[in-house]
């Protein structure tokens, strides 16, 4: 099993900025992506972006491109998201997935974990 365990998301006013992280931990996945997902209220959930082990390969919404950012540290565990020029539209529950890949980008339906989420509130 992976564990992933959200971090960083708040109440922010229109404009602003948010980091959130992810910890990954638990069994190695053979090739792995790591990823970002969103669902709002009453809404259905939203791929964000998504990022390879190496961190050399990522692919983003056409709705968060430019404003939104995936990144990870060295050893590869923690999966960041940073969430620039916000908008209430983006406010939503953001969830941490992972899995394993075969062609990039993956398959929406290659990630096998997630995470409990973390609430995002971007004030008008």
């Known amino acids: 099993q992976v564990q992933l365990v959200e971090s960083g998301g708040g109440l922010v006013q229109a404009g602003g900025s948010l980091r959130l992280s992810c910890a990954a931990s638990?069994?190695?996945?053979?090739?792995?992506?790591m990823a970002w997902f969103r669902q709002a209220p009453g809404k259905e959930r939203q791929f964000i972006a998504t990022?390879?082990?190496?961190?050399?390969?990522?692919y983003y919404a056409d709705t968060v491109k430019g404003r939104f950012t995936i990144s990870k540290d060295n050893p590869g565990n923690t999966v960041y998201l940073q969430m620039n020029s916000l908008k209430p539209e983006d406010t939503a529950v953001y969830y941490c997935?992972?899995?394993?890949?075969?062609?990039?980008?993956?398959?929406?339906?290659?990630?096998?974990?997630w995470g409990q989420g973390t609430q995002v509130t971007v004030s008008s």
């Open positions: 990022i390879n082990r190496s961190g050399t390969m990522t």
């Open positions: 638990g069994r190695t996945l053979r090739n792995p992506a």
């Open positions: 997935a992972a899995g394993d890949y075969s062609s990039w980008p993956p398959n929406l339906n290659s990630y096998d974990y």
